[in-house]
């Protein structure tokens, strides 16, 4: 039971740095959508994996 709550609480937090992330991305249009995969890679590997997500941003759009 306590495992479960750990996975809900890093999925929670995951939403939320996104959604903190687009709120000042969206002045540079470099907004990342807040889905499945953004929000699991971001739960399983950690804050990190955002500065990922932008530098793909950055290079391929």
């Known amino acids: ?3 479960i709550g750990n996975i809900i609480k890093r999925i929670l937090l995951s939403v939320v740095i996104l959604y903190g992330y687009n709120l000042i ?3 540079f249009n470099l907004v990342i959508p ?3 995969i ?3 890679s971001i739960s399983v ?3 990190p994996i955002l500065f990922v ?3 793909l941003k950055v290079l391929v759009f």
């Open 1 to 3: 039971m306590k495992q």
């Open 25 to 27: 991305a969206v002045k």
């Open 34 to 36: 807040i889905n499945i």
């Open 38 to 40: 953004t929000v699991s």
């Open 45 to 47: 590997l950690g804050f």
């Open 53 to 55: 997500f932008v530098l």
